[in-house]
């Protein structure tokens, strides 16, 4: 039997998670807005399941699709919800919230489908179990009832908490980026990690810690839990099993130059410690320095950044300022490298005084971005020194 997974993203970024699960191994089936759907087969769920959660960098969930169907009156949803083998995923004391959504349906009141749903449910499960109370005092099932067109999908949630909470980041700076975007960013920036990388404007450390986490091949999911651990229907053992085969397959990448610089003194030691707790501090150079003083010694290396977005009155015209240096410190200072930004500001390569080699649309949180990328030269010999190690970055900046 085969079953449908689905891997949640935001949206923008589906097609680089379709590609994660591809080269991953997975089976894609399809892509759609905000999602991507993959197969397991009866005899590997529990283990895609859990190196889906353990090992996709981009995505933001890993759903079970347990079925979809039309409906149009409140009837045809409790019919088809109950027509649902639920007995097979949610075990005898299992708890089931469910949360809805509906768009552009005769099922508009997310709160009564929600209602219908979970008694749908718990009839199917009273029956199959033959009690009449259900105790929901064991293992958690997130249900889903989303609503498009008239058209009901029922998923079940095995994360829990998003994946992009790694367990790394209990210190935040102002506006830090998700590290599942974090993620996609770098895989669109095709950042190679035998060239340097660096975020000028790293805040928490999110580009900079994504970054050595690649490049040491640490799985961003294996130091959390997963609420599909504890179903029944899914072997825990297998979980355990895999997370250490994920733990032994971590490397310690030599020659990496990895640089996170920020002008505020305290998320630049926030961005250490995060470092650390992801066991990546050894591999990352973090300093405190204003973005105009940037340099590097090496060529031919990636600038992802995320800087601020002016967003609150007053701040604006120092973003824009922000972007104006950013665009004369790369062009003076950073020839050989690529540069990729994210800002929702539609004068960026005004600003920044130059065309991106490509743009792409993105989400960040709720603000509509996109992805300026600049792609540099190509590589024309191996990456090392440019010029003598005197000059380099670390002594053109303020160090703390
Ligand atoms: C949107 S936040 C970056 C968040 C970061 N990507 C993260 O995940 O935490 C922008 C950062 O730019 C920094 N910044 C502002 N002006 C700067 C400058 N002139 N030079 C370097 N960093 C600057 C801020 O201190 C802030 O941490």
Same mark, same amino acid.
């Given at each position: 039997?085969?079953?449908?997974?689905?891997?949640?993203?935001?949206?923008?970024?589906?097609?680089?998670?379709?590609?994660?699960?591809?080269?991953?191994?997975?089976?894609?089936?399809?892509?759609?807005?905000?999602?991507?759907?993959?197969?397991?087969?009866?005899?590997?769920?529990?283990?895609?399941?859990?190196?889906?959660?353990?090992?996709?960098?981009?995505?933001?969930?890993?759903?079970?699709?347990?079925?979809?169907?039309?409906?149009?009156?409140?009837?045809?949803?409790?019919?088809?919800?109950?027509?649902?083998?639920? #007995?097979? =995923?949610? %075990?005898? /004391?299992?708890?089931?919230?469910? &949360?809805? *959504?509906?768009?552009?349906? $005769?099922?508009?009141?997310?709160?009564?489908?929600?209602?219908?749903?979970?008694?749908?449910?718990?009839?199917?499960?009273?029956?199959?179990?033959?009690?009449?109370?259900?105790?929901?005092?064991?293992?958690?099932?997130?249900?889903?009832?989303?609503?498009?067109?008239?058209?009901?999908?029922?998923?079940?949630?095995?994360?829990?908490?998003?994946?992009?909470?790694?367990?790394?980041?209990?210190?935040?700076?102002?506006?830090?980026?998700?590290?599942?975007?974090?993620?996609?960013?770098?895989?669109?920036?095709?950042?190679?990690?035998?060239?340097?990388?660096?975020?000028?404007?790293?805040?928490?450390?999110?580009?900079?810690?994504?970054?050595?986490?690649?490049?040491?091949?640490?799985?961003?999911?294996?130091?959390?839990?997963?609420?599909? #651990?504890? =179903?029944? %229907?899914? /072997?825990?053992?297998?979980?355990? &099993?895999? *997370?250490?085969?994920?733990? $032994?397959?971590?490397?310690?990448?030599?020659?990496?130059?990895?640089?996170?610089?920020?002008?505020?003194?305290?998320?630049?030691?926030?961005?250490?410690?995060?470092?650390?707790?992801?066991?990546?501090?050894?591999?990352?150079?973090?300093?405190?320095?204003?973005?105009?003083?940037?340099?590097?010694?090496?060529?031919?290396?990636?600038?992802?950044?995320?800087?601020?977005?002016?967003?609150?009155?007053?701040?604006?015209?120092?973003?824009?300022?922000?972007?104006?240096?950013?665009?004369?410190?790369?062009?003076?200072?950073?020839?050989?490298?690529?540069?990729?930004?994210?800002?929702?500001?539609?004068?960026?390569?005004?600003?920044?005084?130059?065309?991106?080699?490509?743009?792409?649309?993105?989400?960040?949180?709720?603000?509509?971005?996109?992805?300026?990328?600049?792609?540099?030269?190509?590589?024309?010999?191996?990456?090392?020194?440019?010029?003598?190690?005197?000059?380099?970055?670390?002594?053109?900046?303020?160090?703390?």
């Amino acid at each position: 039997m085969q079953y449908e997974l689905i891997a949640t993203s935001t949206f923008g970024i589906e097609g680089i998670l379709a590609d994660e699960l591809t080269e991953k191994g997975f089976k894609r089936l399809r892509t759609e807005n905000g999602r991507v759907v993959f197969a397991a087969d009866s005899d590997n769920l529990t283990e895609t399941v859990a190196r889906a959660n353990m090992t996709l960098r981009t995505a933001d969930r890993i759903l079970v699709h347990v079925g979809t169907f039309e409906a149009h009156t409140f009837d045809q949803l409790f019919d088809g919800v109950k027509a649902l083998p639920w #007995e097979k =995923w949610i %075990c005898r /004391d299992g708890r089931f919230p469910v &949360e809805g *959504r509906s768009n552009k349906s $005769d099922l508009f009141s997310v709160s009564d489908c929600q209602a219908i749903t979970k008694k749908a449910i718990a009839t199917r499960l009273s029956g199959a179990y033959g009690i009449d109370w259900l105790p929901e005092s064991g293992p958690l099932f997130k249900v889903e009832v989303a609503v498009a067109k008239n058209m009901v999908t029922l998923t079940l949630d095995t994360s829990g908490a998003g994946l992009h909470k790694r367990g790394y980041r209990p210190e935040v700076s102002q506006a830090p980026i998700r590290e599942t975007l974090a993620a996609a960013i770098i895989m669109c920036s095709k950042w190679n990690p035998k060239r340097p990388f660096m975020d000028p404007c790293c805040g928490s450390g999110t580009f900079p810690i994504e970054a050595a986490m690649m490049a040491a091949n640490i799985a961003p999911g294996i130091y959390r839990d997963y609420d599909a #651990e504890q =179903w029944p %229907c899914i /072997d825990k053992a297998k979980w355990d &099993e895999i *997370r250490q085969e994920l733990k $032994d397959q971590i490397i310690e990448p030599e020659d990496l130059h990895i640089i996170g610089t920020d002008i505020d003194d305290s998320v630049v030691k926030r961005a250490r410690n995060n470092a650390n707790r992801a066991g990546v501090g050894q591999y990352i150079h973090f300093q405190r320095a204003d973005l105009r003083d940037a340099k590097s010694r090496f060529s031919y290396g990636t600038i992802v950044c995320n800087p601020p977005y002016g967003e609150r009155i007053g701040e604006q015209r120092d973003a824009e300022l922000l972007y104006k240096r950013l665009g004369k410190v790369y062009a003076t200072e950073f020839e050989t490298w690529s540069c990729h930004v994210i800002t929702p500001c539609d004068k960026f390569e005004k600003l920044f005084g130059k065309e991106a080699s490509k743009k792409r649309k993105l989400f960040n949180g709720r603000i509509r971005c996109d992805l300026y990328q600049f792609f540099g030269p190509k590589l024309k010999r191996a990456p090392g020194p440019k010029v003598a190690p005197q000059d380099n970055m670390e002594k053109n900046v303020v160090t703390d």
